[in-house]
């Protein structure tokens, strides 16, 4: 069924027939995202990987050229196992597909590009970590081939908008008279760290949704428990997923593509909900508006607040003061018989050392003692306004450093890394306002700023060293996230914050799956009672990367255990399993489900759904504004039949989408 690729490495570099696609990367995104085109897509790939050995993870033997081989090597014997146990079939996305082309090359430079095909090819993905390499890689690719589809990963979000518009500029300029409908020279900027972000966040925790947006729409995917005895479960807009039979249990391992009927099930009919008692469930549960983008919030305030800038000790001292200030104002008034502003006004005078003294024949004997008692209360002054001064110049030299861990925290969120990712699950936590304690070893890390700037409390320090876990204050701690670039650091502060705290919510970055299943098995193991997780971010951000390839519009994807479901924007025309068909009729249980109609005439239609729409304050209706009904139709009859100018947004699997574009691609076919 499959093309044999344990002789990858020694297979000639023939040319490339005309409509294949390209990866371009040198860490594990690159692989992952072949493994998706290849494996999932049925598509034809040539991967281009740095020759040595992986920069990234030095720790690996391999190199990345047998990295890559060892992974299509274990898909091609999941797949020939998957397809014995199903007998075969139409369903197989990969059948007559050659194996895929791998060459090594330190740099993406022309001669390379030309010798992958890129001038023939119909998509380029450009993956590597470096942003400046994937600029200057996409800008050779366009002159190369004008109507190439280009996929980029840039963590910069204002620099991939405007690249986005400069690219596809470059395109019709290269080839002027070009039909600009006819020309297929879209341009995506895709990040990993942005796809992954909420995933991760979400695994630190309980009961928390995933969002979607749409046309300034936000839907959420929330995951429920099963309901007790006697309750009715809320199905809400309609059900998603089953969750994994052991998923409610906190040592339960999380089902994958490979648990079979105890795993997860992604799109299922009503049946088979009804027939699933005791098991959670993904629902799409409501649909807002979307408002403009809430920036995270800063931990104990906006400003300055008066108990970061002077001490409590010293707050207290300027408090007996004025206390004492204020008696002795009032014992003059009662002793002498002045007015309160007179009192007051003799009062600070004595505790500024301007009064007069009070020798006079008229001055009582009360009078004299409430003199030396302000002088007394004065000499106290001086050395507080000196403390003062000297704790505020403090204050204001330590604005800008890290802020401590303070000593009351709890139920907060310990985050182990700064790198990428970390960055992005900072921001969606505190956009969530969920306190966070930061580790970071490198005091120069990319989201060192950030932190600072959120008032984010940061303890800087190697993890796997005694100490630094508890000044994160992990015994008050409600979750901790491991998301450093090491799996071995990530296992270790796992282990110690477990040691610690045993009943501790944990989520672990891992790339080896093999791996990941040993630490599961050990930790089941040691803590039966502890809620342990593992994300991979190459698994969760593949899938969009490849359907952005594929040339659809992807709005999301959701993670559901260790499967991945896409949202996604598709043209009904050319899709023959849903044009002419009823809502109804279109389900394909397990594979795709139709979720919402777009309503408005083409002519108007938005054309990135992900968009929200600029606000016109001359026109209060308008886009953007909550006011303005939305295009799409979220409530559709089961009976209304999908026409060819539809454009329709829907809930797939991986598997499911590429059934969809590949009959698209036989139908399309003269």
């Known amino acids: 069924m499959l093309g ?32 998706e085109l290849r494996y999932v897509y049925g598509e034809r790939v040539t991967l ?29 014997a999941a797949m020939s196992r998957n397809g014995a146990g199903a007998g075969g079939g139409d369903g197989d996305t990969n059948a007559g597909v050659e194996a895929v082309r791998i060459m090594e090359a330190h740099e993406p430079s022309d001669d390379v590009l030309e010798e992958a095909g890129v001038d023939r090819a119909a998509a380029l993905a450009l993956v590597y970590d470096d942003d400046e390499r994937n600029i200057r890689a996409a800008l050779t690719a366009r002159r190369l081939n ?48 942005d796809t992954a972000a909420p995933a991760l966040a979400a695994t630190a925790l309980t009961g928390s949704s995933k969002v979607i947006q749409a046309e300034g729409l936000l839907l959420r995917a929330v995951e429920r428990t099963p309901p007790r005895p006697g309750e009715l479960a809320d199905p809400g807009l309609c059900t998603l997923a089953l969750l994994s039979s052991t998923s409610q249990d906190p040592a339960g391992a999380e089902g994958s593509d490979s648990s ?13 909900v009804n027939a699933a008692t005791g098991r959670g469930t993904v629902v799409l549960e409501a649909i807002s508006h979307a408002g403009p983008d809430r920036g995270p919030t800063r931990m104990g305030g906006r400003g300055a607040p008066l108990g970061q800038v002077f ?10 003061v004025a206390a004492a200030v204020i008696a002795l104002a009032v014992a003059s008034v009662i002793t002498t018989g002045d007015s309160p502003l007179h009192a007051a006004y003799l009062t600070m005078l004595d505790l500024l050392a301007m009064g007069d003294p009070a020798v006079e024949t008229d001055d009582s004997a009360s009078r004299q003692v409430i003199q030396l008692l302000s002088g007394m209360a004065g000499l106290l002054l001086l050395p507080l306004l000196v403390a003062a001064v000297l704790e505020a110049f403090g204050s204001l030299r330590t604005a800008s450093s890290l802020r401590r861990p303070p000593r009351g925290l709890s139920g907060h969120v310990v985050l182990l890394g700064l790198g990428k990712i970390g960055t992005r699950v900072l921001v969606r936590l505190r956009e969530l306002d969920i306190p966070v304690v930061v580790v970071e070893e490198d005091p120069e890390a990319r989201g060192i700023p950030l932190a600072r700037s959120l008032h984010v409390p940061t303890v800087l320090g190697d993890v796997t060293q005694e100490g630094v876990l508890e000044a994160a204050k992990i015994r008050r701690a409600r979750a901790l996230l ?8 990530n296992l270790e502060a796992a282990l110690y914050a477990r040691s610690v705290k045993p009943d501790l919510r944990v989520a672990l970055r891992l790339y080896d799956d093999e791996f990941a299943t040993a630490v599961y098995r050990t930790l089941r193991t040691a803590h039966p009672q502890a809620l342990t997780r593992s994300r991979s971010v190459s698994h969760l951000a593949a899938p969009a990367f490849a359907v952005a390839m594929m040339g659809r519009q992807i709005l999301g994807a959701v993670p559901v255990e260790r499967k991945v479901m896409l949202f996604a924007a598709l043209e009904v025309a050319g899709h023959p399993q849903l044009e002419g068909r009823t809502v109804d009729q279109a389900f394909r249980a397990g594979a795709w489900r139709v979720l919402a109609l777009d309503a408005t005439p083409p002519a108007d239609r938005l054309p990135d ?11 209060p209706t308008g886009p953007g504004t909550s006011g303005r009904p939305s295009g799409l139709v979220w409530d559709l009859h089961p009976g209304y039949v999908l026409r060819a100018e539809d454009r329709v947004v829907i809930a797939a699997t991986r598997r499911g989408l590429a059934e969809l574009l590949r009959r698209q691609r036989s139908a399309l076919r003269p």
């Not at 740095?50 to 091609?76: I, W």
């Not at 759904?609 to 026109?619: G, K, M, Q, W």
């Open 4 to 35: 044999s690729v344990s002789t990858l490495p020694h297979q000639p570099q023939r040319p490339v027939n005309n409509g294949h696609m390209v990866v371009c990367g040198d860490d594990t995104l690159a692989r992952r995202l072949a493994v």
């Open 48 to 76: 281009l990987v740095p020759p040595g050995r992986d920069t990234s993870r030095p720790e690996l033997p391999l190199t990345q050229r047998a990295r890559a081989v060892a992974l299509f090597g274990r898909m091609s």
């Open 146 to 193: 004008p109507r190439l589809r280009l996929v980029i990963r840039l963590y910069n979000r204002k620099l991939g908008q405007h690249l986005e518009t400069l690219l596809d500029q470059a395109a019709a300029v290269s080839v002027p008279g070009l039909d600009p409908a006819a020309m297929d020279a879209s341009t995506t900027v895709l990040s990993d760290a």
């Open 260 to 272: 079979g009927a105890e795993g997860p099930q992604l799109l299922p009919d009503l049946a088979t």
């Open 311 to 320: 001490s409590r000790r010293l707050r207290w001292s300027a408090l007996g």
């Open 482 to 489: 491991a998301l450093t670039s090491v799996d071995t650091t």
């Open 609 to 619: 759904l992900t968009a929200v729409p600029p606000y016109d304050p001359l026109d």
